[in-house]
């Protein structure tokens, strides 16, 4: 074949070798008033977790403790719909909050979200806590 037509991947060797393909899921195992447990999951203290409420909704929760295989998570928003064996994902990320300069003199909840009955908020540039 000629060297033309072959396909150069070096480029693509550094992606491939330090690219993070895993998922890292558990499932709820405990629910204590806020607090939620789950087993099976890699984590961080600190990381943010999807928890699965249903087919299409999910609640984010920061992992604040880890027991052995157990870890504890803290969520962020309401928790309908939760029950023992609801699929909770890592982000591998820490929490990130948008910001805006239309944000000045709004009411938003702990993750930004305006919580005043305004319009939701555009063009927000990511910061970590």
Do not use: H, W
Request: charged share 20%; with cysteine.
């Amino acid at each position: 074949m000629p060297d033309s037509k072959m396909l150069d991947i070096i480029p693509l060797q550094r992606v491939i070798r330090l690219g993070d393909f895993y998922t890292r899921q558990g499932k709820v195992s405990k629910i204590m008033g806020l607090m939620v447990e789950a087993t099976g999951l890699e984590c961080n203290m600190g990381d943010i977790c999807r928890i699965q409420l249903g087919q299409e909704n999910f609640a984010l929760a920061e992992v604040v403790g880890i027991l052995g295989n157990t870890v504890q998570l803290m969520p962020y928003q309401e928790l309908d719909g939760i029950g023992s064996g609801s699929i909770v994902i890592n982000t591998g990320r820490k929490l990130e909050v948008g910001i805006t300069p239309g944000m000045l003199g709004r009411a938003v909840d702990a993750l930004g979200s305006p919580i005043d009955g305004g319009p939701a908020f555009t063009e927000e540039l990511a910061r970590e806590l």
